[in-house]
């Protein structure tokens, strides 16, 4: 489709929004309220049931619906129904009720639907069709009990830093203000440092030092996330560059977000910067989480194919956390291990996870990956992973994130301690 045209389809629908809130608002008497129904059938069906089951939804439905009630299409598995002139969060519950009756109990010939209903009322939860839409979403996938959720702001964490933190994360990109910090990463047998893992930081004068997991969790939300990476990634390359210039011969790290694997220039892009800043690919490890790839796992392995044929390193990170961790190690093209930070610092007063952390280290190296160990903050957690044979330690215990001229004093430093 036409840009233009994807433009004028966007456009229209706003107006279509603008026109049912309107119309729903002067049905409105004073004093009461305007509810929207987010329903939303969770389960995926295949592409051709898709229009099938959403005409199965709208027709049960219209049985529920009075004089100025609008039920109208929001995607291929959800419907919203926009309530004028009610009492107010009871009378909404009513209807949520009634529509979740109304599909769970289908004719025989039909299927039998199980909705999540999000509902979000006007103005408390938005004083216009797009916020209303978007709390109602909220409630029926972050708040749901027994499939009906009301919109709570002071639950709503990602509304809340929305809120704090969009026009300050717009202004940082645009004028330069994140820098990156290193974190070495020790050889567990040498204990020379091997490589470094560079981290995002973000300095605020009004807001202090915001979270990395903040500032990634609003880049994603905003569709900021290509452009935060791409500065990531031309900044540490560069910065890598001069640490190489100074003699440097151990491998970088840098962390790759969801929407990353989405982006079908990103092979591209890191290949032109490798070329840009003459740095080998076999030097460059891009990590990735397995939410990562749980979207799109054949999109996310064919991204992943092209960054291992350049030659870079693959990582697995958070390793242990997710629900099919194992299943992935079979297809996918990476060459390390990371274990996620909550086995390691619980090893020296829980033998079971110490027990586990064991046995990832094994069974990567019968897969012949090597093992990163991340968040090691004492003696006996580093011993523990020594005399296991783990590859590479990080952690506070050898050294903390630091600046590009403080990780260069500390190699100095490494070096001359050998």
């Known amino acids: 489709m036409p840009t233009t045209a994807f433009i004028d389809d966007l456009n229209e629908i706003e107006t279509r929004h603008i026109q049912r809130l309107s119309v729903a608002l002067a049905h409105t008497d004073s004093g009461r309220y305007c509810g929207i129904l987010h329903i939303e059938v969770r389960h ?20 529920m619906l009075r004089d100025n009630d609008q039920l109208f299409h929001i995607d291929h598995q959800t419907l919203g129904l926009l309530i004028p002139n009610i009492a107010g969060i ?8 009634r529509a979740q009756y109304l599909l ?6 039909q299927q039998h639907l199980h909705p999540h209903i999000g509902i979000a009322l006007y103005p408390e939860h938005g004083e216009n069709m797009p916020d ?63 490589g470094a893992e560079i981290l995002l930081r973000w300095d605020d004068a009004v807001l202090g030092q915001v979270p990395p997991d903040q500032i990634v969790e609003v880049a994603e939300h905003l569709g900021l996330m290509d452009t935060l990476t791409r500065w990531v ?44 800043w003459g740095i080998p690919a076999n030097t460059l490890v891009l990590e990735i989480t397995e939410s990562a790839l749980i979207a799109d796992i054949d999109a996310a392995l064919k991204q992943l194919e092209q960054l291992k044929s350049m030659g870079c390193q693959l990582s697995l990170d958070d390793f242990g956390t997710g629900y099919s961790s194992l299943a992935y190690l079979r297809r996918l093209p990476i060459d390390e291990l990371k274990i996620d930070r909550s086995f390691i610092q ?26 990163v160990a991340e968040g090691v903050e004492d003696a006996v957690t580093a011993a523990f992973l020594q005399h296991h044979q783990c590859d590479t ?9 630091l600046t590009l001229s403080a990780f260069k004093t500390y190699i100095q430093s490494m070096e001359q301690a050998a």
């Open 104 to 109: 769970s109990e289908a004719p025989a010939t």
């Open 346 to 371: 619980s090893m020296a007063h829980c033998d079971k996870d110490a027990a586990i952390v064991q046995s990832m280290i094994e069974l990567a190296h019968r897969l012949e990956l090597t093992v």
């Open 90 to 97: 009871s009378h909404a519950l009513l209807a949520a009720n």
């Open 44 to 63: 995926r069906p295949h592409r051709p049931k898709q229009s099938a089951v959403v005409a199965q939804m709208a027709t049960a439905l219209r049985t």
């Open 132 to 194: 209303l839409l978007n709390s109602a979403r909220i409630a029926a996938r972050d708040f749901a009990q027994d499939q009906i959720g009301v919109y709570d702001p002071s639950r709503d964490w990602l509304g809340q830093q929305l809120a704090r933190l969009e026009a300050p994360l717009r202004e940082a990109l645009a004028q330069n203000r994140f820098h990156l910090v290193f974190q070495a990463q020790i050889n567990g047998q040498s204990l020379q440092i091997v």
């Open 233 to 276: 990634i031309q900044s540490g390359l560069r910065q890598f560059a001069v640490l190489r210039s100074e003699g440097y011969r151990g491998s970088m790290s840098l962390n790759l977000c969801p929407s990353n694997l989405a982006d079908k220039n990103l092979a591209m892009y890191i290949a032109n910067a490798l070329e840009i």
């Open 393 to 401: 330690i990080q952690g506070f215990y050898y050294s903390r994130p």
